[in-house]
């Protein structure tokens, strides 16, 4: 099931379903996919940790389904540990929590990864990189929020630039950005560091396969500068 730890470095797309017709969600995940995506993000939202309300374990276990793509949970919820075995067992390729509702991160790491799952850990733009300290070496990713979570169609939040930068400088660890990705800034975090670029609302903009390539195409022009 691992996705980032066979990852190299090569960048790659990911739709989010947040900005997706819900009602033909494996149809719009196929389009993001022909325009070159490799995985699928998929936002868990609890109305608490964030001010929106999304989708659960038993969505995720139809997507799985209905997809060929592996499906990288992002729980942003107070209590992600009463949810992770869920999950797991819904079949997701990757689940990340927020670090700022992580009581017991360690503990939480180990429990993701216990189910066969990639384990990463999320941060809302203004929480710095430097509380990832001792958990670096238990994490297979890191998500850099480039806005702040739970809404879709925000303005990007051009320090997060330089956040992406200095988590590589930490750690050589895959790091996935979302928030107000588009073929305009995507080139920006590829150049700080960033290999997995989370779009949403500029892929289901228009033709979910035309945006997606588009976005994919110029993260790996300026990894090739």
Known sequence: MAFFGKLGDRVVGA???LSADFAHLADEVERARRGGAEL???DVMDNHFVPNLTVGPAVAASLVEATELPVDAHLQVENPDSLIPAFIEAGVASISVQVEAATHLHRTLELIKSGGCEAG???NPTTPPELLGWALPYLDYVLVMSVNPGFGGQRFIPEMVQKVRRIRE???VPVEVDGGITAETAPLMVKAGAQVLVAGSAVYRGDPAAE???IIEAGRAARGR
């Open 15 to 17: 739709p989010s379903i």
């Open 40 to 42: 699928v993000h998929f």
């Open 121 to 123: 850990v999320a941060l």
């Open 170 to 172: 930490m750690a050589p």
């Open 212 to 214: 997606m390539r588009r």
